[in-house]
Nanobody, 127 residues
Framework: QVQLVESGGALVQAGGSLRLSCAVS????????MGWFRQAPGKEREFVAA????????AYDDFVKGRFTIFRENAKNTVYLQMNSLKPEDTAVYYC????????????????????WGQGTRVTVSS
């Protein structure tokens, strides 16, 4: 069973930065496409960013493009989300997700395309 554990969520002022981490169990992390999603109170879970298994391809939601960066360290079984220029609208619980092993370099942006999820880490941005 693959386990994902997010960390790094906090209360931060608008304009500030945070780095979220997601540690993934298992020896096949390098074969998993990974993604970050978020869910604000009363809203559906939405796509934030995704990265291919090798890290060569990434994708971002338009709202975070230019402010957030997803990257991974396969040697550490960890994927990160660097968040800069945070806005109050970024307030949400952020979830890390993994898709089962694949040989392709595809990135995935739908919740339905991921098989494993973490428990979430809360980010609150104050104005």
């Amino acid at each position: 069973q693959v386990q994902l554990v997010e960390s790094g969520g906090a209360l931060v002022q608008a304009g500030g930065s945070l780095r979220l981490s997601c540690a993934v169990s298992g020896r096949t992390f390098s074969t998993y496409p990974m993604g970050w999603f978020r869910q604000a109170p009363g809203k559906e879970r939405e796509f934030v960013a995704a990265i291919s298994r090798g890290g060569g391809s990434t994708a971002y939601d338009d709202f975070v493009k230019g402010r957030f960066t997803i990257f991974r360290e396969n040697a550490k079984n960890t994927v990160y989300l660097q968040m800069n220029s945070l806005k109050p609208e970024d307030t949400a619980v952020y979830y890390c997700a993994a898709r089962s092993s694949t040989y392709s370099a595809t990135v995935y942006s739908s919740t339905r395309e991921y098989h494993y999820w973490g428990q979430g880490t809360r980010v609150t941005v104050s104005s």
